[in-house]
């Protein structure tokens, strides 16, 4: 019985995944607003996914900013990678942690200064979360740099390592 | 005649129960499915988060994966194709626990994607929780389907009660 039974299962499970897909992309085909089948996830594909809310700034501007000294970074990721290495100056905030610590670490940023959120990888939304948790807080200048510490790296811009600042 | 009657209320209590599973289990993968057939985009970037699938293939997952899950929970509930739809919801079931538990102890702080593509749903051991119930309805089914054969007692419970006399004359 077991076996007629696994025979069926055997067959059917490819027709049901075949069905599937077909309709799946048949109508992502069909939609309006489709969706790329080989899309990379660089920062673009996701910064356009991510935010309607929140800015998202180029790290060209991100860079600028910083060489001028307008805006203070703020790190999204957990603590411990902070700690591994940061943006040059850049406050710790984790994302986790926000509501316990922004107030602490608001304190910190003088006034007039704009605010950027980073995390890691484009497949992080953590900096877009804080950048719309400050923004809910009334904090007017905050974007998000996705996909910020692998970007900064790259364009070799200043880093600082250790819980200092 | 008493313990084959016994038997057969048993077998008629595994298909209601089964039938019972079978409609809310089916429910369960519409109502998660139809929201992000709608987004697709917002749920690519909630596996995308996951950091399980290479980048080739988040797509074609947030394509494909709510479809799955559509067709799968009309078949349970139409009873078609039972068995191999019961194999593949176990199936999901299974690889939805594993990544929510593989994020859960990585600590990424990530949405679920599970029902809505809403990142305020976001994975925590709760999120967990509420899939074991669940799990353990499509283990059942498993069961139901294929040790207590639901599937062909309930097409022909009569048939094989009127061959009975035949084949002994």
Redesign the interface.
Known sequence: ??KS??I??F???P???A???G???G??ALRG?Q???????NDQA?GA??SESTPIISIEEAALMFKNNKAVFLDAR?ASFYEEGHIQGALSLP??EAEEKCIEVVEKIPEGMAIITYCD??????CD?LAVFLCDMGFEHVSALINGWTAWNRHNLPVDTGNAS | MIPRQNDNNRSIMHSRIALVIRLILGAVFIFAGVPKIIDTAGFASAVNNYQLLPDALINFFAIFLPWLEVVVGVFLILGVWLPGAVIIYNGLMLTFMAALVISAVRGLDISCGCFSTDSADAIDWKTIARDIPLLLMSLYLLFAVFVKNITNRRRSPKKTATCRPNRRT
């Open positions: 019985m077991i039974l696994s069926k299962a067959w059917q499970i027709i049901i995944l069905i599937s897909a309709l799946g992309l109508y992502n607003n969706v790329p089948l080989a899309c990379q996830w996701v996914i991510i957990p994302w986790q990888g484009a497949n992080c939304d953590l979360k």
